[in-house]
Each structure stands twice: as C-alpha cells, then as structure tokens.
C-alpha cells in the first residue's frame, strides 16, 4: 500500500469525521429546537389556561356570594324594584361584570341591568338549556356553570349560579331561581390576560383558526370557548414571538460555514505541506532504496531534519552491507563447524527448555502485574493466608511514609503490623469468609505518626482446592477528602445554627402571649413557615386605650422576608412613636411611604419588596374596630354570618398608580370573632397539585367550626391544612389569627 493510498485513506477518514460531526451537530439541535418548541408551547397553554382561570374567578366569585343573599333569594319570590335599584344597579361598575339577569325557578326574567356603555342582551341562555346546566331540585348538585355565548359579534363570559339563602350553604333546600352575570370579551379583557401570558392575545369567532393557527419563529396556542350546549362559538389566540430560534438557526448556518471554511483551509495548507515537505523527499528515498544507490540522498545529508538523519542512517547501512556480505563468508566456515556442536546440545536443551516454559509462563502474569503495579501511585499489597507479605509497590512505600527498602518489608513484614484496628481485621475476615472483593474506608498512622485515611479494596483468591491462596490489597489515600468533607460539615453546622439562631431573634420580635391575653378575650395564633424563619408576621401595641393590630405577609420567604418582616415591624414601631395618626388608613399609607424611602424605591429601578396587611385600631371603650388592609381582608363572624372586609387592591410598595388606602369602620358586639390572615393557607395546593385551598373553602371551615371554643377553632384549622397539604411541599409561609375582644 503506497503512502499515497495510506494519504488518501487519510484525508477520506478526516472528510466523513467531518460529515458525521456536522449531520451530528444538525440533528441535535433540530431535535433540541423541537424539544424546546414542544415545552415553549406548553408554558403558554398553561399560561393561557391559567390567565383566563385567574379573569374569570373574580367574576364566578361574584355569582357565589350574591347568590347566598336572603334579599336576593326574597326578591324571587316577591320583587321589590327599589331594593333592586339600590343594591344591583351599582353591581355592574362595582364589580366590573357588563350584565346582570335575575329569573325565578319559572324562568321568569325579574331583573336585568347592564352598563350604560354596551347594547342590551336580552336572553344570554335559553330557558331549555338553563334547565340542563342548574339543578332545581332540593339538594341539586348543578350549583354553579361557566359559560360562553355569541351575539351580534361579540363573546360574553356567562357565569350562572342557583340562589339559596346565607343558612343554606350546602344547598338542601331548593333554590328561588337563577343568578346569572356576563362580561363582554373587549379590549381591555385581551390586554389583561396578555400581561399575564407575555404574548400577543386576540379573539377569533372563527371556529376553524385553531387547526391552521401557524406562524414563523413564533410558538402558539389557541384557547377554545365553548357554549352551554358545548359548542364551539370562538378562540382565543396566544402568539408568542421566541427570537430564540431563529437567532439559533442564524447561528447554525453562520458556525456551519465557518467551519467548512476552516476545514477547507486547513485541508489546502496540509496538502501543500505534504507535497512539498514529505512527498518529495520520500520519493528520493524510496528510489535510492529501490535501486541501492546512494547519490540520490546524499544531498539529504547535510541537514539537520527528519530525512537528513533517515539519509545518514541509509548510506551508513549501504557501507555496513557490503561489510556483513564480507563477514557472512567468513561465518559460513565457522557456523558449518558449530552445527555439529549445537546437535550435541540440542538433547540436553531440550529439558531445559521444558522447565523454562513452564517458568515463563508462571512469572508472565506476575512479572507483567509487577511492572504495572509499580507504576501506579496506589498501594498494591499481596499476602499469604497469614497475611505475610510477600509484594508490595512503591505506593505502599509513599502512603505509610516509610523510608527504607521495599525487599525488607517483603521479607520480614506482615499486614497488620500496619493496621492494627479491629475493623480492619473483621473487614478482611468477612471478606474472605464470603469469598468476594470489597472496598472500605480506615482511619491509620503513618511511619512518621502522621493520622491519614485510606480506602482498601481486599481481594481474595483461592486455589483449584477453594483454599486461601492470597489476599490483594489495593489502598487509596483520601486523607484531602475526608478533611474536605469535615470541612463543609462544618460549615453546614454554622450555617443552620445561624438561621435557626436568626428564627429565634425572629421569635423573639413577637408578642408574648402574655401580651395577647392580656389585650384579647380569647385568641389563636396558627403560624406555619415554610422555611425556618418567615416573611409573615404579627404585630401588636397599646398606646393609650387603643389597640394597634397588624398581620403581615412581606415580599419572599426565609431570609429575605424575615429580614423584611423586621424592617416592617421597626417602621411600625416608629410611626406609632412619632406619628399622631388617627386612622388605620393613614397609618398604612405612612408605613408605604416609609418602606419606598427606605428600600429607595423608585421608577427607574426594579426594587419592589414590600408587604401585604391587615392593620386595625380597636377601641375597646367605644366598642370599634377601624381596619385598613393592603390586599389582606378582614373576616367578621357574627350569628353564624361571614362578612368580609376587602382591602384595598395595593401592595406597602411602590407602583406606578398608588390608590389610597379605604379605612373600614365596624361596630363590634361581644359574640363577634375576628380573623386577619396572610394568603399562604388559602393558596396553598393539595396532595396531587391539584388545585388551592381558596377562600370559599376557608369561609366554609370558619362558619363550621365557629361556635368552638376559639382555641379549639385554631386546632382545627392546623388539622384542615395538613390534611390538605398532605405529602406535598408547602409553597408559602401561614399566619392566621383568630381573635374575640
């Protein structure tokens, strides 16, 4: 095979290692792209499903508690057009839902209203199909239904619920008739549930768009709507342009070409290099050689390189050639007298030689594991069944820190003299009772006194009689990694005694309960971090006859919000201290204006943290509670009757629009229980990661167990969480309290 041919060979291996790493290259980042598009496409359904989700509960909220009404159930059964008027007409601009129907079980319309800036709708669900989504029945299940409809080219959300009176919460008795809201699908419906996706929404009535909705470098998906008879009336479209791909393809092809062009260059240089380098000389070379003459490379000689040394050797084997063929004749003599010789021996060789075999082939493998073993930084070690010595390397040598011949310990040395523990003792009797290799760790003194670790892997062998022969011992030092792993240990140890030192500063920041009994009738206090300190708190202060009450759920968890619920808790402090401020309003919009000097809160920048409260003063001689909340609500219990105080929809942080802060004025009487919660119990998921706890459900749990003793009350709503919860990770910190003045 010519060095042409072996070239070719070459240069053909290094072209398809070529083609294979670029088809290689493609397909995976193809396949990456595909991959990535598949789990793009996901996020947005699941963005989309969950933006829609988040419209439309504040509006199915809506139907749940205008339907538990006693005037709402009464207005069925005898209409009053003034309690109508006063109650429902504002509901439009309140609640920002555009209609609002009333029908009796006959349904009968008795009220409709709708916003002064939309067209009147005058039926949004036939009689027949009412029917079949709202049961009538006493005890019906069908309590509740979503749905859309379309009308004169626009979509309207519908929301439709039975109306039961406030003591029939579980729906035993039937209901007076339907309640039934719709909102109209505009602009500024899209433009919330874009903010929320990060995408481009919009809303088709063609039914079709979803099977042909593609578009380039662009990741899609289509949100169905379905009327009440489960037919499809429209989609909502989510575009989401992902510069990704189409920077990554531009990357593809610009890399692609830059490195056929290397490659190609690369190819030109080293052709011209083997050409004018290699192949010429070698020609010259081959060709003095072909033909035994040395002319054709004496030239070669004079330099220095690769061929010129090839050059000197060619031309000396030419001059020793011609003295081997001078010397050959004059062997021929002496080998024809020492034939006869060598037949003499070839007898006695032949047992010799017999022997010889039988030794080399036993030495083979030893010498052979000899020469690797002393090569190698590890100790290798082998004894006999009395664990006497009978080899060990130079690794041995350098972990025991012994200065002396490796001969003497061979001879005169057993393994234990070098580990006297009896660990080490009971690991090698086991293993050779069980007849297997194992490895383990041991702490041992060196020759110098020095305290190191090893890792020993002990092997024993056995003979055709499966009786001991050997026990090979392969040691490790690992003396830096078990000091590393003390190390970190260590600095694990600190770290938590730090936090868990940081939880009980933290603890320490709270009322006492001598504080809480000493301000309250009776209370319960259900305090859950997720981690080991807390981002929520409680705050609580006397300043003359007046109580000032604060629960509190500050930005993050751990120490980012404990770190913040300390700051919140010294701004308080301080405002209490040194402002005369007489309503819980103005005591909020002061501890707002104090958290963005603070934190230096501005437009330009994106600093956010903040908190969400309930703050309230109690007056305990006037028989008041004010309360003010930064979207935290206030619940009232009275003669089995919820109330919900709503807080205004803001954050103790700064925003671009900061609304003012509503200051609630309530009369309490002495049977009155109060609750102030963070939003960690009602947000939190079940077991499967289902769905939220929510605050229907909490409404439900307080309303059950209200006429217990408050404590027990406390004990109850622990039990209700961790049943909820389940095996699943908690997802926020949990405060609630529960109070009677």
């Known amino acids: 095979m010519s060095i042409r041919f072996k070239l070719g060979l070459f240069f053909a291996g290094i072209l398809l290692v070529f083609v294979l790493l670029v088809g290689s290259s493609n397909y995976f980042n193809n396949r990456r792209q595909k991959e990535y598009t598949k789990i793009q496409t996901q996020n947005i359904k699941n963005a989309a499903e969950t933006a829609i989700s988040l419209n439309n509960d504040y509006y199915s909220t809506l139907s749940i508690d205008y339907t538990f009404w006693d005037d709402m159930y009464n207005f069925n059964i005898e209409p009053d057009e003034q309690w109508a008027a006063d109650y429902l007409f504002t509901a439009t601009d309140s609640y920002g839902v555009d209609y609002i129907w009333i029908y009796n079980l006959n349904c009968n319309l008795q009220y409709y209203t709708n916003k002064e800036e939309v067209d009147s709708f005058a039926q949004p669900i036939s009689n027949e199909n009412l029917y079949q989504l709202l049961d009538t029945t006493k005890g019906g299940e069908k ?16 929301y439709g619920a039975t109306i039961h009176k406030t003591d029939d919460i579980d729906r035993v008795n039937k209901p007076s008739g339907f309640f039934i809201t719709a909102k109209i699908i505009d602009s500024t419906y899209l433009e919330k549930v874009s903010l929320i996706t990060n995408c481009k929404v919009s809303l088709s009535l063609d039914t079709s768009t979803c099977n042909g ?19 499809q009336i429209a989609s909502i479209l989510f575009d989401y342009n992902d510069h990704f791909i189409k920077q990554d393809l531009k990357f593809q092809r610009w890399s692609l070409w830059a490195f056929i062009l290397i490659v190609f260059i690369s190819f030109v240089f080293l052709i011209l290099y083997l050409n004018l380098v290699l192949s010429a000389p070698l020609r010259r070379i081959i060709k003095s050689l072909n033909q035994r003459r040395p002319e054709f490379i004496e030239k070669f000689t004079k330099k220095s390189n690769e061929f010129g040394q090839i050059s000197k050797l060619i031309i000396l ?3 020793q050639r011609k003295q081997l063929e001078v010397e050959i004749e004059e062997r021929k003599t002496i080998h024809e007298q020492l034939v006869e010789t060598i037949e003499e021996l070839n007898t006695r060789n ?17 010498a052979q594991l000899s020469v690797v073993a002393s090569k190698i930084d590890n100790s290798v070690i082998i004894s006999n069944e009395n664990f006497d010595i009978i080899y060990v390397n130079n690794g041995f040598l350098n972990i025991y820190e012994i200065e002396s011949n490796l001969l003497v310990y061979i001879k005169t040395k057993n393994v234990l003299d070098y580990n006297k523990v009896d660990e080490f003792v009971e690991f090698i009797e086991k293993c050779v009772s069980e007849k297997h290799s194992a490895t383990s760790t041991f702490k041992f003194l060196t020759q110098k006194g020095n305290i190191r670790w090893k890792q020993t892997t002990v092997t024993p062998t056995f003979d ?31 770290v938590t005694e730090s936090i868990n030192y940081a ?9 006492s309960s001598d504080i809480f009994k000493s301000y309250f009738n009776s209370y319960f206090i259900f305090n859950r971090p997720r981690d080991i300190i807390s981002g929520d708190f409680i705050w609580v202060k006397m300043n003359g006859k007046k109580i000032f009450l604060a629960v509190a759920d500050c930005t993050g968890h751990g120490i980012p919000g404990a770190f913040m619920s300390v700051l919140s808790g010294a701004l308080l402090n301080e405002i209490l201290h040194l402002e005369k401020l007489h309503s819980a309003s103005q005591i909020l919009e002061t501890l707002r204006e104090n958290v963005i000097t603070v934190l230096n809160q501005r437009s330009d920048n994106n600093v956010r943290d903040g908190l969400d409260i309930s703050f309230c003063i109690i007056e305990k001689k006037k028989s008041v509670v004010q309360f003010a909340g930064a979207s935290h609500s206030l619940f009232l219990v009275r003669n089995n009757d919820l109330l919900e105080f709503k807080g205004t929809r ?25 609750y102030l919660f963070t939003d960690g119990y009602v947000d939190q998921f079940d077991n499967n990661q289902e769905q939220k706890y929510l605050k229907y459900n909490f409404k439900k749990l307080l309303l059950k167990n209200v006429h217990l003793e408050i404590e027990t009350q406390g004990k109850l709503i622990e039990t209700e969480f961790e049943n909820w919860k389940g095996n699943n990770r908690q997802i926020d910190d949990v405060l609630v309290f529960g109070f009677k003045i």
Request: with cysteine; charged share 30%.
């Open 350 to 366: 032949e047992e010799i030689i017999a022997q010889s075999e039988e030794l080399s082939s036993a030495n083979q493998s030893l």
């Open 650 to 674: 803001t954050s103790i942080s700064f925003s671009e629009k900061m609304f003012p802060i509503e200051n609630h004025e309530i009369k309490y009487k002495e049977d009155d229980t109060f």
């Open 317 to 319: 084997f030419f001059e």
């Open 464 to 494: 055709k009689n499966n009786k001991l022969e050997n026990i090979i011992f392969i040691e490790t030092d690992v003396t830096d990694v078990k000091n590393a792993e003390e190390q970190i240990s260590i600095w694990n140890k600190s």
């Open 143 to 158: 309590r509740f239904f979503t749905s859309y409809e379309k009308s004169k080219g626009k979509v309207y959300i519908i």
């Open 503 to 511: 939880a009980k500063i933290q603890a320490s920041l709270f009322p």
């Open 213 to 231: 909705h593609k578009k380039v470098f662009a990741i899609q998906s289509c949100y169905k709507l379905f009327n009440g008879k489960d037919e």
